[in-house]
């Protein structure tokens, strides 16, 4: 019994596993690029930023109003690059911008009035954006764990295990994230109007 | 319901989930170079030198417990002075104690050590002593007069009087 469990576990994280392997490279990666910036590399954190900004983006977008959201990640890596110095394992970059990413929505939040975002229905302009911008918003009254997992995937085009692996997550959490919110924005998307 | 398109994109392509990335694309980031100003302080990763100074500040306590703790030891245990009696030198305390009424009173110094004595350092400490025994009778001959007058009492009737009570 313990041994056919067992094996039915290996079965299913073997998957899994080999998929957040080639993650691994780009680990390594991380760590040196984050060596090099803290060496004084601008490149290096420069690199690094081109790896992370559709990262931070995602889960800012899950968060904050658009148009706030391209200020809010470029003061994100110009606070990261400021206390580089202070993230002790350059592996953990991703995990470590991500939080950063997620206190400063809600400082955001904490700081300003609440306000209604302006969308493009009142420009008159395309529709498909202002379509993007009401989905969007459905996402945005999920729970925090799936509506980030959803933007990043749906929004940003990562994989499950690409998520998994830049945000410190595991990859059954994230796979579990995404079936969910999915189920949730089907739910609500069929009880508005439907794709 | 198979999800493995929503998981890594493999698999049967789910139309629904194509069609929500089609709609959410505008919405993607896109590039642009990060704006890093001049004047921004390379960071550089600071040493943590608490655990040394906790270590240097445990061992020069240590240190100086340790010497304070030798320091009194040797205090304590300084050996003591050994020294030799001269045969022929007469035991000075039973000869003056002899003739004084402080003889009971008077304990045996108990010596740890042993000392010589000249006829010069004995000659000298019979006349300290002969100083010491006269001036301890002067003080009691002062001590008793005084005690007279404020009592205002006989000498004899305060002795009576002590025999009975």
Known sequence: MYELDATADVLLMRPQANAARPQKDETSVEAVLVSAALAGDRDGFGRLYDLYAPLVHGILLARVPRDEVDDLVQDIFLHAFRKLNTLRDPEAFGPWIAMIARNRAVDFHRRTRPTVEMTDDLGGSNTSDSRATEILELIRTLPDAYRETLVLRLVEGMTGPEIAARTGLTPASVRVNLHRGMKLLRQKLGFTEGL | MNDDYLWDKSGEPDPEIQELEQILAPLRYQPTPLEMPNELPVTRRRRNYFPLLAIAATVLIALLAGGLWLRFRTEESIPPVEATIVPSA????????????????????????????????????????????????????????????????????????????
């Open chain 2, 90 to 165: 007469p035991s000075v305390k039973e000869e003056v104690v002899h003739n004084t009424d402080l003889r009971k009173k008077v304990k045996p110094v108990r010596r740890h050590t042993k000392q010589v004595f000249t006829n010069y350092d004995r000659e000298e400490a019979l006349a300290a002593k002969e100083q010491v025994m006269l001036a301890l009778r002067l003080v009691s001959e002062k001590l008793k007069l005084a005690q007279r007058r404020t009592q205002g009492a006989s000498p004899n009737q305060i002795k009576n009087q002590h025999k009975v009570g």
